[in-house]
């Protein structure tokens, strides 16, 4: 990819390379199972901001990474986070007729075709990141085992099991905090550091400066999240509003009130851009998608 002059231009020409990439890593939708394959990519193309693949291709631009192996990564990553929508919009969880604009799977197929789905978008995430051969065996593991603990029990299903266990529950600001590391941070923390490794080798303070980073950006996706269901309406966010009130679940704002909410979000903001300072002008695109995730509308 041929380096864009604005932010604007960059985020535009990855969101449309990784777009490019889901729809040549996804199955054909005329291959048999026909329905199967062409729900998964009625979910997994055409909407999304794709903030995890781009959190994924920034932090490659520090460790010298290919776009070959950035949007093997980039596309794993997204396959993982869409087959987690799918599920969390099913009756049994969160119960949504909306994502992104359209009707949810569940709505526009089935719940059988949404359940299937989901399990057929997590294995083909890695299936693409295992295949390729982008990036040295050993590394290529180590990115395996990421993912697979990002999303597991002990990261973003652990935490939904959390947020499921919740309802009607008065939980303390450390308990959300740790809920929302696991169900929403896991993931974003994933993207960050499996951009980085699929460049070169970076040090362990690198490393553990860019865990740092999105460690910090992944609790501010939350805390926004909760603050635009309070605010915002469905139109705006391409999915219901106020559904996380509506079903007495805990939130940041529910716990801290609206202001305060934006004050954490921006302190968490801050914290993101400190702990990039050692990488001068490399980190900026990071430093960008953490003001786009703080001051976004949608």
Not at 71 to 92: G, N, Q, T
């Amino acid at each position: 990819m041929t380096p864009a002059s604005s932010f604007d231009e960059w985020m535009k020409a990855v969101q449309a390379h990784v777009e490019e990439a889901l729809g040549a890593f996804l199955p054909a939708a005329g291959t048999v199972p026909h329905k199967l394959h062409e729900a998964m990519r009625y979910t997994a193309l055409g909407g999304g901001k794709r903030v995890r693949p781009l959190l994924a291709f920034a932090a490659g631009a520090l460790s010298g990474a290919s776009t070959a192996a950035l949007e093997r990564a980039a596309a794993a990553v997204e396959m993982i986070h869409v087959y987690s929508l799918v599920h969390d919009d099913m009756p049994c969880m969160d119960d949504d007729a909306l994502r992104r604009g359209k009707p949810t799977v569940h709505v526009a197929y089935d719940e059988a075709t949404a359940l299937l789905v989901g399990d057929a978008l997590q294995a083909q995430a890695f299936l693409v990141l295992a295949e390729g051969g982008t990036v040295p065996p050993a590394r290529q593991v180590a990115m395996l085992r990421l993912l697979a603990h990002a999303g597991g029990s002990a990261g973003m299903c652990g935490g939904q099991a959390i947020d499921l266990d919740s309802v009607g529950i008065a939980l303390t600001l450390e308990q959300l905090e740790q809920m929302h590391q696991l169900k929403t941070g896991a993931l974003l923390r994933a993207s960050v550091v499996l951009g980085a490794l699929a460049g070169g080798d970076l040090g362990e303070a690198q490393l553990a400066a860019l865990d740092g980073y999105a460690k910090a950006i992944g609790l501010a996706f939350q805390v926004v999240d909760d603050v635009l269901d309070a605010t915002a309406d469905s139109a705006t966010l391409g999915k219901t509003a106020g559904k996380d009130a509506a079903a007495n679940k805990p939130t940041y704002v529910s716990i801290l009130g609206l202001e305060q909410s934006r004050v954490l979000a921006e302190k968490l903001r801050n914290d993101a851009h400190a702990a990039l300072a050692q990488f001068g002008d490399k980190a900026e695109r990071l430093r960008q998608l953490a003001d786009l995730i703080v001051q976004r509308k949608a």
